[in-house]
């Protein structure tokens, strides 16, 4: 159940700071250059995008973590599209899978 939560909880932290940054840049970028083409938007919003989804998934992933119920290490998580979400300790090689995955392959 921790599994589940700790993963649902990285990606309502990552989908909030994604709005959150997409909001701001578009806001900065109206209050500086007035109303920008789509092709502009899409240029900057696509990047935004990227970094906010990226960066906060390794803030998340760095403070806060589960630890290895075997050693009490801290776990790693593996979210690679198309495979489960697995959780991994790199002392022990404990090995926990969720049913959850990431994309559709
Ligand atoms: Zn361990």
Redesign the pocket.
Known sequence: MKYYLYTIGMFLTSFAATLVSIFVVGRIIYATFGKPSDFVLFLVIVPVFFVALLGSMRLYAKYIHLS?P????KLKMDNRPGTPVTYH?E????LYRTSMTIGSR
């Open positions: 290895c075997e050693c009490g290490s300790c002392k022990c090689n404990y």
